[in-house]
T-cell receptor
Framework: AQSVAQPEDQVNVAEGNPLTVKCTYS??????LFWYVQYPNRGLQFLLK??????LVKGSYGFEAEFNKSQTSFHLKKPSALVSDSALYFC??????????FGPGTRLSVLP | DAGVIQSPRHEVTEMGQEVTLRCKPI?????LFWYRQTMMRGLELLIY????????DSGMPEDRFSAKMPNASFSTLKIQPSEPRDSAVYFC???????????FGPGTRLLVL
């Protein structure tokens, strides 16, 4: 069975500092991994995905994520956080031919 | 492209009433998904369609919930009768058969009093 864990309910970071939002997964076979962001009263917006290839993937708004197969992780990163990055972030995994499984979400607060 | 369109954006109703939520997927997308989001349970997949055919409805909480997709550009999620515990945000999402990424609508915020 597929599963996704986001070990932190909340991440606080000062503006300008690097941020990391953690995600680990479990799936049989090769994973398709995704990050979505949800701003208040909005739907989920696609940020980036890993399907195959380079372990470091770059996405929207300066975000990137690193796929680590041995650690079954797909942490979301940004070198310099903005206050406007404050939102709810969801990691999702999908095995081939399977549906998405979403993590519980991590609330990111960037403090000015 | 307008993206996934959902209506209404907000719905307030009384317990026992019928509620119908609507979704228009992105043109050309042949998979459509209905999700429910609550604080307690996070994002839950309720049902999904492929080429207008329901494939997996195991996430539908009970018989009060039903979903249809009469054509490639329209789907409904109906709750009858509604109960206060149905209060949540309901999202529709779509993707192509060859695509990996789901695209979400803005959601319908449902409050059942």
């Amino acid at each position: 069975a597929q599963s996704v864990a986001q070990p932190e309910d909340q991440v606080n970071v000062a503006e300008g500092n690097p941020l990391t939002v953690k995600c680990t997964y479990s799936v049989s076979g090769n994973p398709y991994l995704f990050w979505y962001v949800q701003y208040p009263n909005r739907g989920l917006q696609f940020l980036l995905k890993y399907i195959t290839g380079d372990n470091l993937v770059k996405g929207s708004y300066g975000f990137e994520a690193e796929f680590n197969k041995s650690q079954t992780s797909f942490h979301l990163k940004k070198p310099s956080a903005l206050v406007s990055d404050s939102a709810l972030y969801f990691c999702a995994v999908r095995g081939y031919g399977q549906n998405f499984v979403f993590g519980p979400g991590t609330r990111l607060s960037v403090l000015p | 492209d307008a993206g996934v369109i959902q209506s209404p954006r907000h719905e307030v109703t009384e317990m026992g009433q019928e509620v119908t939520l609507r979704c228009k997927p992105i043109s050309g997308h042949d998979y459509l998904f209905w999700y429910r989001q609550t604080m307690m349970r996070g994002l839950e997949l309720l049902i999904y369609f492929n080429n207008n055919v329901p494939i997996d409805d195991s996430g539908m909480p009970e018989d009060r919930f039903s979903a249809k997709m009469p054509n490639a550009s329209f789907s409904t999620l109906k709750i009858q009768p509604s109960e206060p515990r149905d209060s949540a945000v309901y999202f529709c999402a779509s993707r192509t058969s060859g695509g990996e990424t789901q695209y979400f609508g803005p959601g319908t915020r449902l409050l059942v009093l």
